[in-house]
């Protein structure tokens, strides 16, 4: 097993005591943050190297040492809280010039060809399914829930469905696709609740087999499948989640194949995570770690690869939403942490603790959003009534 700290070899004292250090102190001091402090947000750095991997890779770097245990906080969301803030994730000099280059070849690449469209379900949502069974809702719905009137996850995560069942106006003998279809939770609330055929597309293996058990005796069709093969005719088209790995080169193409399949009398709803500002490539943590080729659109990027395909109908923004969600996987995750120890490491243990926390801290502070967007083809006649 990966052991999350360890005996550093003798360490030069320029490590913990040279420019680099004491500029990287500085840095954290300006977020109320003192090394070796008293208070729950302060950290104890374990190894001075420390400070040359912050220095030199930015959040990478920061959250690498944090798995390998260089570094330690009583309170780490607080600590992570006082770091956001201070806009202290944007990277140092040397590394912002490395993510410049970083950058520069995503976009040449295009991350999220359809040759690397099935990446991110093979290194994240193909992990183990007992990692998803103990931290998400017994429905095993990985998106935001909607706490308006809820007071558990479990109730949250049905409100959700509920809540894009009503936008989408679903009603018996519709057709519905769910582009991104998750474990398929989403389309058995619709196909039990609303009486509508769905046809889920995914990328991750472990979902497809998930959701195809779960769901045989309903009227849903899964399939892996990438979303520019689509094909056929839809009355409804939702996608949750999903438009997170879509990538900026292929935000147009995304919306050009919904408009391609949905009725021109349709509405599409789409589920996303949301940005304040464009940008053309993830955190490098976030991306090595967690969802790779992954990046979160602004709204300038959506509205733009939408314009002249749809009419906007709606924008619900309920980001804060997204930090009980998070919080609640976070208190669920470690309480299983026992059990799933026996299956991953220590290191693991602390990556995906500073995924679901600084997740948290960073829709807490509306660094990120959380947007329901509903769009029709030529505009509903009358106007769009939006639920709530």
């Not at 070849?105 to 103990?134: I, M, T």
């Not at 990538?247 to 995304?254: D, H, L, S």
């Amino acid at each position: 097993m990966t052991r999350a700290t360890h005996s550093a070899p003798p360490q030069t004292p320029i490590l913990r005591n040279g420019p680099i250090a004491r500029w990287v102190r500085s840095r954290i001091e300006k977020a109320g943050i003192v090394p070796a402090g008293p208070n729950p947000w302060d950290i104890e750095i374990r190894d001075g190297r420390f400070f040359h991997k912050v220095f030199f890779q930015g959040t990478l770097g920061f959250g690498e040492s944090y798995m390998d245990g260089d570094w330690e906080a009583p309170a780490l969301d607080r600590c992570l809280e006082r770091l956001v803030a201070q806009g202290l994730d944007d990277p140092p000099g040397l590394a912002r010039i490395l993510e410049r280059a970083r950058t520069l070849a995503g976009w040449l690449l295009n991350l999220q060809n359809p040759r690397r469209a099935f990446e991110v379900g093979r290194r994240h949502y193909d992990r183990g399914l007992d990692l998803f069974q103990a931290m998400l809702d017994p429905q095993l719905i990985y998106s935001c829930g909607y706490w308006k009137e809820a007071r558990t996850l479990e109730a949250a995560q049905e409100a959700k469905c509920a809540l894009i069942c009503r936008k989408l106006g679903l009603a018996p003998g519709l057709r519905l696709l769910d582009i991104g279809c998750g474990f398929g939770g989403l389309a058995r609330y619709a196909a039990e609740h609303y009486g509508v055929e769905v046809h889920g597309i995914t990328v991750s293996r472990q979902q497809f087999e998930y959701a195809k058990t779960h769901t045989a005796d309903l009227p849903i069709h899964f399939e892996i499948r990438d979303y520019r093969d689509l094909d056929g005719t839809y009355d409804r088209v939702v996608s949750v989640g999903m438009f997170e790995h879509v990538g900026a080169r292929n935000y147009r193409a995304f919306f050009e194949t919904v408009h391609r399949v949905l009725r021109p009398e349709g509405l599409f709803l789409l589920h996303s995570i949301g940005g304040n500002r464009s940008r053309q490539r993830t955190d490098p943590w976030i991306e090595r770690y967690i969802f790779p080729n992954s990046l979160v659109p602004s709204a300038a990027q959506i509205t733009r690869a939408f314009e002249n395909l749809f009419v906007l109908e709606d924008w619900h923004n309920f980001g804060a939403d997204y930090e009980k969600t998070l919080r609640a996987w976070h208190d669920r995750f470690e309480a299983a942490w026992t059990a799933l120890s026996k299956s991953y490491d220590e290191r693991f243990h602390r990556m995906w603790r500073l995924y679901l926390l600084a997740s948290a801290v960073s829709f807490k502070l509306r660094k990120l959003q959380l947007w329901q967007l509903v769009l029709s083809p030529t505009g509903i006649p009358g106007g769009y009534q939006a639920p709530r």
